[in-house]
């Protein structure tokens, strides 16, 4: 199976988006976003895609938008960050961890469909495969989850998301959360203790 690369066209409708996003911003790195992090991490970080001026505009996930500032204030927080916040161009280095998308591309409205995610599944397997023994799997929504119980090869029906499930896996463990997404954040659906539990139990497991 070919490595994944960001000049990936596989998925027709998010290849035109693309294209169309760069004609109106130009100075955004609007391509398939790759994972960021420590490539030998215990702890893997899965999100659903890249965001219009976060990901899609810097080219590391979970950077330039709303979505990434509770992820690195709590990453920091519990050992797994250099700095609190990402901004494109710094020198911030994830200490063992790894942040990865279930979808590398933008979608349009954010909202990938069923043919993308399975498509963009294949480079998600090659990450959990690489994986070292021990692992942690922190899934970030209900699709992410959803992508990761796939990439694995496993039911789904067994492992139903819930935020604060863990679910036991031949290597490792998976943790579910709800998204940190603007919405999720501000309706208060998910609060910060809610999502720090889910790292520090992260942590306390990759001891």
């Known amino acids: 199976m070919p490595s994944f690369s960001t000049n990936c066209k596989r998925c027709p409708r998010l290849a035109k988006f693309l294209k169309q996003v760069k004609q109106k911003h130009p100075d955004y790195y609007a391509k398939p ?33 709303h979505a990434g500032i509770m992820l690195y204030e709590t990453l920091y927080k519990f050992g797994f960050s250099s700095k609190d916040n990402s901004q494109e161009d710094d020198n911030l280095e ?4 790894r942040i990865t998308n279930a979808v590398k591309c933008l979608p349009p409205q954010n909202k990938p469909i069923g043919d993308e995610i399975n498509t963009c599944n294949q480079w998600l397997k090659q990450e959990l495969d690489s994986l070292p023994n021990n692992y942690v799997i922190v899934a970030l929504g209900a699709i992410a989850h959803k992508a990761v119980i796939k990439g694995l090869a496993l039911k789904q029906s067994d492992y139903k998301f819930g935020h604060g499930a863990e679910h036991k896996l031949d290597n ?8 940190c997404s603007r919405y999720n954040t501000q ?4 609060t910060q203790k809610m999502f720090e539990t889910v790292f520090k139990r992260a942590k306390q497991l990759l001891k």
């Open 33 to 65: 976003v790759a994972a960021f992090g420590d490539k030998n991490a215990r702890l893997l970080i899965v999100g659903l895609a890249p965001g219009m001026h976060g990901a899609n505009a810097t080219g590391r996930p979970f950077t330039g938008d």
């Open 187 to 190: 309706t208060k659906r998910l």
């Open 94 to 97: 994830l200490l063992n961890a």
């Open 172 to 179: 490792g463990l998976l943790i579910d959360s709800y998204h």
